[in-house]
């Protein structure tokens, strides 16, 4: 899938051939699968419901009113949601039981702005996530959407604007910027997962590989992969094209 990709590791960014990367990441793809394995067409449907109502409204949603759209009895909406939010790890409820992140989007404050020319401004859960975003939306709709991400190098602070489409194509309206995306992975003895829906959200954007390797000199030390927008793009394509909820998903 990819060329060679910068490993982080201690105080260093080091090349790593391609294939050990791919072999690691098709390893995850595949846990990931396994995970969602679980989920029905009423999972898929009302998951893809709330993906579109959070990105067409920005206002978090009742299971009430769920169950009524779908018409499913509000027990069993419930339910899915249980499991939606457990298991899959793609919902998030706030206490009083409304929906506010149906991941791709999330209604919380996160560095990831998103427009998407289906909605109004909503944020997205992490980088890689972001850059998915337009592509599940597109999915859902069976219409062209595009998203207008705009998000702060992890280091300077300076944003970056990315236009990108449900077809993957994009474009970083800094001229000549060449920005690195940083995908945490747990320390081989934390007992964590590396679980790619989780990955996703923790990811976040550099500018440069500059950026990425001054950040790492000073604070940084996280084990983790640095992808290029191109690599990026093609690892959120995958990751979305298994998330279910999206109607062709396998
Ligand atoms: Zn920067």
Redesign the pocket.
């Known amino acids: 899938m990819t060329r060679g990709v910068l490993l982080g590791f201690f105080r260093w960014i080091l090349p790593v051939p391609a294939g050990c990367w791919d072999k690691k990441f098709d390893g995850m793809l595949q846990q990931l699968k396994e995970k969602d394995k679980f989920m029905t067409g009423e999972h898929r449907t009302l998951y893809g419901f709330a993906i579109m109502r959070l990105v067409e409204t920005v206002k978090s949603l009742t299971s009430e009113e769920a169950a009524q759209k779908l018409n499913l009895p509000l027990e069993r909406v419930n339910q899915l949601l249980d499991e939606l939010e457990k298991r899959a790890g793609v919902i998030t409820r706030h206490a009083d039981g409304a929906i506010v992140s149906a991941g791709p989007v999330t209604l919380d404050k996160t560095s990831q702005r998103l427009v998407l020319s289906l909605g109004e401004e909503i944020q997205a859960e992490g980088m890689l996530h972001a850059l998915g975003a337009a592509y599940v939306a597109g999915k859902l709709r069976g219409l062209p959407v595009f998203g207008h991400i705009t998000t702060p ?6 944003p970056r604007h990315i236009i990108i489409g449900n077809d993957l194509k994009f474009r970083v309206l800094e001229a000549g910027a060449s920005p690195l995306v940083f995908l945490p992975l747990p320390g081989r003895n934390t007992g964590k997962h590396d679980d790619l829906n989780q990955l996703g959200k923790d990811s976040v954007l ?3 590989r500059e ?1 990425a390797a001054a950040y790492r000199k000073k604070a940084g030390r996280t084990r983790g992969v640095y992808l290029t927008l191109e690599q990026a793009v093609g690892t959120a394509r995958s990751i979305h094209g298994v998330i279910p909820g999206m109607p062709d998903s396998g």
């Open positions: 190098c992890s280091y300077c602070h300076e550099f500018c440069s950026h």
